[in-house]
């Protein structure tokens, strides 16, 4: 009886070692999407008239592009990198974290739990997030940066 159920453990051990992945497959945003994805964002706000910055990164939250338009401010650009790094390291809206700003991981440098970052999921996987400042508004950053996303999330979807 000791005997088999040993037996039953080395096998089933060994069925999980041996099923144990050892490289792993990871999706990335082409420069040519996340740049249409900063420029569309970009155009929906200057369709409101407002000019903003706006950074793509990729799921690592490092920096892919950013833009900055003709006139806005230059802190836009500090503050959609971080918005877009925030969106990625929870893979959540930034607009969804505000109760957990004033908590010790709203301390964290370069976290920012304001409206306008997005995460950009592919087939339920994220590859990278987006990162909106200079309106006055949240809401209206956030409706920027989905309107990035949505100009290139179809193509997305149909690559995979």
Do not use: H, W
């Amino acid at each position: 009886m000791k005997l088999t159920t040993g037996l039953i453990l080395i096998f089933v051990s060994g069925l999980t070692y041996a099923d144990d992945v050892l490289m792993v497959n990871s999706k990335s945003l082409s420069l040519s999407s996340a740049t249409k994805i900063a420029q569309a964002a970009i155009a929906a706000c200057t369709k409101k008239g407002i000019q903003i910055g706006v950074t793509v990164v990729d799921k690592q939250g490092v920096v892919q592009v950013t833009l900055r338009d003709t006139i806005a401010a230059p802190i836009t650009v500090p503050i959609s990198k971080s918005k877009a790094f925030t969106a990625v390291n929870f893979n959540a809206a930034t607009s969804a974290l505000g109760d957990r700003a004033n908590g010790p991981i709203g301390r964290v440098p370069g976290i920012v739990m304001a409206a306008g970052g997005l995460p950009v999921q592919v087939g339920g996987s994220l590859v990278a997030g987006v990162g909106v400042s200079g309106a006055p508004s949240g809401k209206t950053d956030e409706f920027c940066a989905q309107a990035g996303i949505d100009a290139v999330i179809d193509d997305l979807e149909m690559s995979m």
